[in-house]
């Protein structure tokens, strides 16, 4: 699985809810006689209309894309050890290369093809030497570490893609929990239920809870 199917796994690009059934409150303002102090929020609206949101998910993207990229590469190169590919992909991975960073990085991509090619054309040989039965033995043994290098270092990238996600998610819980509280509070309200669970309230507060959010 390459690090751009975690994306997909995750759903972090949807209107997925936040953990925002209701938000109890203790108002700033004590509500006049006869106010409803219930108030709704539409946590999917607040999600696309967030410019927070839009900037974690282009960021998301990136990252995704980059790995997925400096992966392919590094599955192009199956021959080396798991050194080698650390060291391919670190290489890959860099905004900028130097001269010599693109040089190293054409020798170890030279080095695997060679391998490679050399796998196969044993394995293609109608009569090999016992010379070349033990070299065949030794290539297969370094394809096959070759192979769980990478899908290690595939794990790697996925990890990194989840830790991201993680992280921009609960942060953006927070972010919108803290525009919640403030603006219930603003407008005295007590309880503020998300659209799913209140299909009406005379308090929709979306549109200021996206202004401070976007703040």
């Known amino acids: 699985m390459t690090p751009t199917h975690t994306i997909n796994k995750l759903a972090i690009f949807g209107a997925a809810a936040l953990m925002l059934a209701s938000v109890t409150l203790t108002p700033a303002v004590a509500a006049p006689s006869g106010t409803p102090t219930f108030g709704s929020v539409d946590i999917a609206k607040v999600q696309t209309q967030s410019t927070r949101k839009i900037k974690y998910d282009a960021d998301l993207r990136a990252l995704a894309d980059r790995l997925d990229t400096q992966f392919r590469q590094q599955t192009a190169s199956v021959m080396l050890t798991k050194a080698e590919q650390t060291e391919l992909g670190t290489l890959i991975g860099k905004p900028r290369q130097s001269d010599a960073d693109a040089a190293r990085v054409t020798a170890l991509q030279t080095k695997a093809s060679a391998a490679a090619q050399e796998l196969t054309d044993l394995q293609q040989k109608k009569d090999p030497s016992a010379t070349d039965s033990n070299?065949?033995?030794?290539?297969?043994?370094?394809?096959?570490?070759?192979?769980?290098?990478?899908q290690a270092i595939g794990d790697g990238y996925q990890a990194q893609i989840r830790a991201l996600s993680d992280a921009d998610n609960t942060e953006f819980t927070r972010t919108v929990k803290e525009a919640i509280t403030a603006t219930a509070q603003?407008?005295?309200?007590?309880?503020?239920?998300?659209?799913?669970?209140?299909?009406?309230?005379?308090?929709d507060i979306t549109d200021d809870v996206v202004k401070r959010v976007n703040k």
């Open 135 to 150: 070299r065949l033995a030794t290539l297969t043994t370094q394809y096959e570490t070759g192979k769980a290098a990478l």
């Open 186 to 203: 603003q407008k005295g309200l007590s309880v503020v239920f998300t659209s799913d669970i209140a299909v009406y309230t005379a308090n």
